[in-house]
């Protein structure tokens, strides 16, 4: 039972680079969502997905970008990196959209140098 | 705007004892309020979560308070131990159309010495 898998588990971009995170679950849940932790700042939400097809941006999402063409693969790509978006990268799903558990992939530790 | 405010951002405490994290809400539409537990490299977990409807809510060691008129809810870990040692967050979400974000606080690091 893998749940969320989150692949690479690290990496180290230049500034300019782009790269996609790939993020995956096998649970046939509707909502995914990508979140940003940083020191002191908690997680904050880059963009969500309510379902295939259909994706909206959350409180951070600029420089992101992403798709849901199935219900299983929610990737987020990185456009141009910066050194501001040096960060730990979350994953999450959820049965529905509202008012139930998230699951968190282990992270990716991104590193813009 | 920080619409869910968490103290303190770290907490020591000894063994057996009680660790109390709280945190405020200014949204009154919130209406589902949950834990998350994180270790070192993992990914959060939830830890347990309560609705509006109910003021306490026990799961084992751990207990949320919630006081709806005050717009605070906070996590109690009775009898707190080193495996505790984790950075909880408390987090909040509404229900209704156009409302898919669950709202994090910042955390607070709990480290349970022995």
């Known amino acids: 039972n893998a749940g969320v898998t989150q692949t690479p588990k690290f990496q180290v971009l230049k500034t300019g680079q782009s790269m996609t995170l790939q993020c995956a679950q096998d649970m046939n849940h509707e909502y995914m969502s990508w979140y940003r932790q940083d020191p002191g700042m908690g997680l904050r939400l880059i963009h969500y997905s309510v379902g295939a097809g259909i994706t909206d941006q959350g409180e951070v999402p600029n420089g992101y970008n992403v798709s849901r063409s199935t219900t299983e693969d929610f990737p987020l790509r990185l456009l141009s990196a910066a050194p501001s978006q040096t960060s730990v990268y979350f994953c999450?799903?959820?049965?529905?959209?509202?008012?139930?558990?998230?699951?968190f992939g282990q992270g990716t530790r991104l590193t813009v140098v | 705007q920080q619409q869910v405010k968490q103290s303190p951002q770290s907490l020591i405490v000894q063994k057996g004892g009680i660790s109390i994290i709280n945190c405020a809400y200014e949204n009154t539409a919130f209406d589902y309020f949950p834990w998350y537990q994180q270790f070192p490299g993992k990914g959060p977990a939830l830890l347990i979560a309560i609705r509006p409807d109910v003021s306490e809510k026990k799961e084992g060691r751990f207990t949320i308070s919630f006081n709806k008129s005050a717009k605070q809810f906070s996590l109690h870990i009775m009898d707190s131990q080193p495996g505790d040692s984790a950075t909880y967050f408390c987090?909040?979400?509404?229900?209704?159309?156009?409302?898919?974000?669950?709202?994090f606080g910042k955390g607070t690091k709990l480290s349970v010495i022995p």
């Open positions: 999450a799903s959820s049965l529905r959209a509202m008012n139930t558990e998230a699951f």
């Open positions: 987090a909040a979400s509404r229900s209704g159309a156009g409302s898919y974000q669950l709202t």
